[in-house]
């Protein structure tokens, strides 16, 4: 019987042979009404008809030769679609079920042609149960196959996908530009993922006007735009740096409008007005897309498209599983950068409109300043500096640095820096205005519920007298400073200055340029930072030679990570010693030697060259404490504003003497000290050694005194009182009638 068995199969697989082809339609017809999924791609319902045929053919094979069923492998249609169920996302019970139906609906196939062939009861229950033994033995063998090659191709997709999503937690938001991170998320999604990407984002977040939830087709700019081929098919919306709208009603409006994202496929006969033509112009060249709202903290900021073409397999639902995912790290790398954007451009705008813009008009210094911001992420610090103008014709130099970056650091430099202005109104020493600023600070901290320290700055206060030449400073945990002194050649030209022309810079001009200068910190006491209470602070003295550079910068421009602190003092050193030219030049050197680039932290830097008052200018003298010594204070004034050619203003001027002097010795103590100055104003002062302060009063109707201060205030542009260790100085300011040749 078995012979008769072989020889009906063979002669059944000889007989189907020529109708391969047909049975294989046959079959297909049967798995596709049972097995939709495969029809949905016509790429894999193409490979269904040449893998059914495959199948039909092997198993011919295996029936008209014999053998073990076990030897025979599944055809490579068959692994080619398993792979392609994987990589198309088609469940792995989805390609069982319809391998398992092919084999059936094949063995029923190969049943009828054995009943056709013969009716032999017996023979024809016996080849179907070799048929069966053979049929079922193949489809073990063939299933573990595809099983196999659908499971390579599964565990490497999840592979790719696994490392896409680290590439794009590594690639995307590697900087705070909201531009390069966009491009970053196109060039992630073109790494092996889409032929074509691009990101639109709203006008209102390129604009720094806030992100909102659009309701109507909002404005988008076209910000990245990535092919595999490096082509720009161009399309509705064009290339980067372009402006469009998207149609009301179309797919993306809708997507920005609900922030739900969505899968097309582009359908042969009706492209969306949306859809870019491929590199040959063709809109049907990309199969399918995915349209993904950027959306973070709620606010929706644009629109990633992605899209693909004939090469590889339309997009699915994984895929925009994992497209959301990579588009979600991108929006908050985007709102992340904008926020920044927005922050350090407002706390840069307020911190230079806190800064001085202009040089203010004095005469104790030249001054030139640069203030850099910082290129890292951490925003715009609290530097600042000002050049604030004094009675007797002096100038207070600050710089400072506020610990912190962004709005609150520039908020509190801008509150730091009143108060500065303020102190330096009433005249306090350095030491003692410092002390006034850390009440302040601390003041601040208790305000805003922080810990000590937590809300810090550090502050260098310095007054520079140009009649004495005596620079008073006072450090509150700020750098020192720089000075570059002149040095005179060996003197004998009989000026007592060593350059023969008396002005004290070697070349005869005033400007301090001479050839040859040496450069030092100055040795001083460094005082705590502002903000811990409790702690002195020490006012140290220098007598600085005119045309002298004094350097006042903030640690930004010394203090850099990799490089020696030491080897960047020793810089400012050299370049402020050779630095030639106006203090303008001086700062531009130092930074071109101290900066290779971008700061990573603030800079503020001050660059003042000294002046000096000659004895044409000034007019001192002692009177006794006497009464009588009134009238010639007069006389001297007098005489004084005479040989000024201020004769205009002698009158005013000797009633405001003799107001004060008589004050002086009536209230004060010796010795008593009257002293005027001619500059761009005309001031009076009156030293005595008494601490107590004069105050306005208004007199009774028949108070014989309290009404010289009142006289001293109608007369006068500006008056005041300023201490020392010594005692205190009232002085008064009038304008100049003309301006002096």
């Known amino acids: 019987m078995g012979t008769h068995v072989d020889a009906l199969l063979r002669r059944v697989a000889q007989e189907l042979r020529p109708r391969t082809n047909q049975s294989a339609d046959v079959l297909v017809r049967r798995i596709r009404s049972e097995v939709p999924e495969p029809s949905v791609d016509e790429d894999i319902a193409d490979l269904v008809a040449e893998e059914t045929a495959g199948h039909i053919t092997t198993f011919l094979d295996v029936l008209e030769h014999g053998g073990d069923e076990a030897d025979y492998t599944a ?230 498209q992605f899209f693909r073409d004939e090469s590889a397999a339309p997009f699915d639902q994984e895929d925009l599983t994992l497209a959301q995912e990579i588009a979600a790290r991108a929006a908050v790398s985007v709102d992340n950068a904008r926020r920044y954007t927005h922050e350090r451009s407002t706390a840069l705008t307020l911190q230079r409109s806190l800064l001085p813009r202009h040089t203010v008009e004095q005469s104790a210094v030249v001054a030139a300043s640069r203030y850099l911001p910082s290129g890292s992420r951490a925003g715009v610090g609290g530097d600042w500096f000002d050049v604030i103008p004094l009675s007797g014709a002096r100038v207070a130099l600050v710089v400072g640095d506020v610990v912190g970056r962004g709005l609150h650091a520039a908020a509190t430099m801008g509150r730091l820096r009143t108060a500065v202005r303020a102190f330096a109104d009433i005249d306090l020493m350095p030491d003692e205005l410092l002390t006034h600023l850390d009440d302040v600070v601390i003041r601040l901290q208790r305000e805003e519920g922080r810990d000590d320290g937590e809300l810090g700055a550090t502050c260098l206060y310095a007054v520079y007298d140009p009649v004495s030449r005596i620079c008073s400073l006072a450090s509150a945990g700020h750098v020192l400073p720089a000075l570059a002194t002149p040095v005179p050649p060996a003197d004998g030209d009989g000026d007592g200055d060593g350059d023969g022309d008396g002005d004290g810079d070697g070349d005869g001009d005033g400007d301090g340029d001479g050839p040859e200068r040496s450069a030092r910190f100055l040795d001083m006491p460094i005082g705590p930072p502002l903000g811990l209470g409790g702690l002195p602070f020490e006012t140290e003295q220098f007598e600085l030679a005119e045309g002298s550079l004094l350097a006042l910068y903030t640690d930004g421009l010394i203090q850099r990570r990799a490089e020696d602190v030491d080897a960047a003092r020793t810089t400012l050193c050299d370049t402020l010693a050779a630095a030639p030219g106006p203090p303008d030049e001086v700062c531009d050197r130092l930074l071109a030697a ?36 009134v009238s010639g204070a007069r006389r001297f004034t007098s005489d004084t504003l005479t040989a000024w050619g201020l004769d205009d203003l002698s009158f005013g001027t000797e009633l405001m003497v003799s107001e004060l002097v008589t004050n002086a010795i009536r209230y004060g103590k010796s010795p008593v000290r009257l002293r005027l100055i001619r500059q761009a104003s005309l001031t ?57 040749p």
């Open 75 to 304: 055809p490579p249609q068959a692994v080619e679609m398993a792979r392609l169920y994987a990589r198309n996302g088609v469940p792995i019970s989805s390609l069982l079920r319809a391998y398992r139906l092919g084999h059936l609906a094949m063995l029923q196939l190969l049943q009828g042609e054995i009943l056709r062939l013969t009716d032999d009861a017996e023979l024809v229950n016996a080849a179907a149960m070799r048929l069966m033994e053979a049929g079922f033995a193949y489809v073990d063998r063939g299933s573990e196959q595809v099983v196999a090659a659908y499971q390579e191709e599964r565990d490497l997709r999840l592979r790719r996908r696994l490392v896409l999503t680290n590439e794009a937690s590594r690639r995307i938001g590697t900087t705070l530009d909201v531009g390069r991170t966009a491009r970053e998320l196109a060039d992630v999604g073109t790494d092996g993922f889409a032929a074509l990407v691009t990101v639109d984002l709203l006008d209102s977040v390129l604009d720094g006007e806030g992100a909102r939830t659009p309701s109507d087709p909002p404005p988008l700019r076209r910000v990245a735009h990535r092919s595999v081929s490096g082509h720009d098919p161009g399309g509705p919306s064009g290339g980067e740096g372009r402006t469009h709208a998207y149609p009301e009603g179309s797919e993306p409006a809708d997507a920005l409008a609900t922030g739900r994202p969505g899968l097309f496929h582009s359908a042969p006969s009706g492209t969306p007005g949306w859809w870019p033509p491929d590199t040959d112009g063709n809109p049907h060249g990309f199969r399918s897309a995915l349209l993904l709202p950027l959306v973070a903290r709620g606010d929706t900021l644009g629109l990633a």
């Open 684 to 740: 009076c002062e009156v030293f005595d050694a008494s601490s107590t302060a004069p105050h306005l009063r208004r007199a009774r109707t028949f108070d014989e005194g309290g009404r010289g201060l009142l006289l001293v205030a109608q007369i006068a542009d500006r008056w005041g009182t300023r201490h020392s260790r010594e005692g205190k100085v009232i002085w008064a300011e009038q304008a100049l009638p003309r301006p002096l």
């Open 594 to 629: 101290l900066l290779s680039g971008r700061p990573a932290d603030d800079v503020a830097l001050l660059v003042a060259r000294t002046l000096a008052l000659d004895p044409g200018h000034v007019a001192t003298l002692d009177l006794p404490s006497d009464p009588a010594a």
